[in-house]
């Protein structure tokens, strides 16, 4: 049975992975609204476009992403990641509609050392994950079909993201510092939107709060290594602490995300995030 689901935030790099997933699957019902038609932003736009095609899901892949540019942009960073999500809840909730509402390990302080569970506290600890937090907390309010994905370090073919930098900059570069003292999981977003699409296609109504990132746990430093290693770039690549590469923007040290849940009760089977980074590597390569 098809199902119509409206995609915002379709140009972006989840939109893009969720484009091939769909058609590699033969998911037919997928929809992606050109941008100037679905702005998260324009209630009376959304409307227009929920009731033309009463979708049985939305996902919201449009958020604000730029960490470092959003503790000077908190206005812009707020509108998108708060009031857009808000919109596509209260649309789902008056169509009857499930969102499938994409967050952020970020939401987290990230001072532990134990994977990090749906109910432990969130305590954001910067712009970013204060704005994704405030979006999450509005969908809850606004209705009780969702989904919140919380993912992590987020990447792919497609848009910007660390695997295609590092590539590029290890190719440029006789020697590289990065980071080793956060640690996280990388995701492959192609792997996230088969996630996305997996619970669609099963319609569970198990709503709630789920984290998603592959398997494992690295070091930024660990993860530009693999990289090196799987896409065969030659460049001597250096461990420094996070004092010595200071941003805008406090990042977690420790955001690695337990995903049992999601696992138990989506029945969602998760990649090791090795064996995924070989996967986008060699797609980078054809």
Not at 19 to 26: D, E, H, P, Q, Y
Not at 105 to 119: I, R
Request: with cysteine; aromatic share 10%.
């Amino acid at each position: 049975m098809s199902k119509t689901v409206l995609v915002f935030g379709g140009s972006g790099q989840l939109g893009n992975c969720l484009n091939v997933v769909a058609k590699s699957i033969g998911f037919s019902g997928i929809i992606f609204p050109p941008e100037d038609h679905a702005n998260v932003l324009d209630l009376d736009a959304l409307d227009k476009l929920f009731a033309e095609h009463k979708p049985a899901y939305a996902i919201n892949c449009a958020a604000y992403t730029a960490v470092d540019k959003a503790e000077d942009d908190i206005d812009l960073a707020r509108k998108i990641n708060k009031n857009g999500a808000e919109n596509l809840a209260k649309l789902c909730e008056k169509y009857n509609a499930t969102l499938i509402h994409v967050s952020t390990d970020f939401v987290f302080a990230g001072s532990g050392n134990l994977p990090l569970q749906e109910d432990d506290i969130a305590d954001p600890i910067n712009i970013y994950g204060l704005t994704k937090l405030e979006g999450e907390i509005a969908v809850t309010a606004q209705t009780k079909r969702y989904y919140t994905l919380r993912t992590s370090w987020l990447y792919s073919e497609y848009g910007n993201n660390f695997v295609k930098t590092m590539i590029k900059l290890g190719t440029e570069r006789d020697q590289l510092n990065i980071i080793a003292d956060q640690v996280g999981t990388p995701t492959y977003a192609i792997d996230l939107a088969g996630c996305i699409l997996n619970i669609i296609q099963n319609d569970a109504q198990k709503y709630g709060i789920y984290h998603y990132s592959n398997e494992g746990v690295t070091s930024w430093y660990d993860f530009a290594k693999a990289i090196f290693d799987i896409a065969e770039v030659d460049v001597k690549a250096y461990p420094i602490r996070t004092s010595e590469y200071p941003t805008r923007a406090t990042r977690p040290a420790f955001s690695v995300m337990d995903k049992a849940k999601i696992k138990k009760e989506l029945n969602i089977e998760i990649p090791y995030w090795r064996d995924s980074l070989v996967k986008c590597i060699a797609a980078l390569k054809e």
